[in-house]
């Protein structure tokens, strides 16, 4: 079965910084990615998925993007944070019709 | 288009008490449906899944669903309840479209289990 990797795992960034987070996915080729966000009190939202090296779908216009370097790596990035950016990271994948999360990363604005 | 309906973004139960977590769903085709748990701080962890076949799935720690097309719900129960079922709970449903699938997810419930 396939193993999900985030890091950092925690990560306090000041307004108007760069922002790269990274997931690698172990056990399965050729996945679908997503990333999503989880924001303080609200639920999972949408931010990108992949199905393929280089190729990248944005659900919500925001100053974030992704990339797809390798098969089994996910780049979240920014070139400058909002404090609105604040919130949990979630990567997954997907397995047998099935989404598969990885531990998350903790991204602080201030 | 699909979406997904938690009812109550927090539930208390006692220790010992029935847990039902409530989700309802809109699908324009048979949907996959889903319940994750996340503890704090941590990634979601799959529950249980129904896809075809029995209605009724059974998932870890003893968490089962039943799957109701003609409610369409999808509610979450577990006939006593254990201080470490205190998590958040979302339920999710399968959108399949642009060949590749998009996951749709209420806002969860937060469970809490009172001693």
């Known amino acids: 079965s396939q193993t999900i990797h985030q890091w950092p795992a925690t990560l306090v960034q000041p307004v108007g910084s760069p922002l790269s987070l990274e997931c690698t996915v172990e056990g399965t080729s050729n996945p679908n990615l997503y990333w999503y966000r989880q924001a303080a009190g609200r639920g999972l939202q949408l931010l990108f998925y992949?199905?393929?090296?280089?190729?990248i779908s944005s659900e919500v216009p925001q100053n974030l993007s992704a990339s797809r370097p390798q098969d089994r790596q996910f780049i979240l990035s920014s070139k400058k944070l909002l404090l609105s950016d604040s919130g949990f990271y979630l990567c997954a994948c997907d397995g047998g019709s099935t989404q598969y999360f990885g531990p998350g990363t903790r991204l602080t604005v201030l | 288009a699909q979406s997904v309906t938690q009812l109550g973004s927090h539930v208390s139960v006692s220790e010992g008490a029935l847990v039902l977590l409530r989700c309802n769903y809109s699908?324009?085709?048979?949907?996959?449906l889903f319940w994750y748990v996340q503890y704090p701080n941590q990634g979601l962890q799959l529950l249980l899944k129904y896809t075809t076949g029995a209605t009724l799935v059974k998932g870890i720690n003893g968490f089962e669903a039943e799957f109701k097309k003609s409610e369409t719900s999808f509610h979450l129960t577990k006939p006593s309840a254990h201080m470490s079922d205190a998590a958040e709970y979302f339920c999710a449903v399968l959108a399949a479209g642009s060949g590749t699938y998009k996951y749709i997810f209420g806002t969860g419930t937060r469970l809490k289990v009172l001693a």
């Open positions: 992949s199905v393929g090296i280089g190729q």
């Open positions: 699908s324009s085709v048979p949907p996959y």
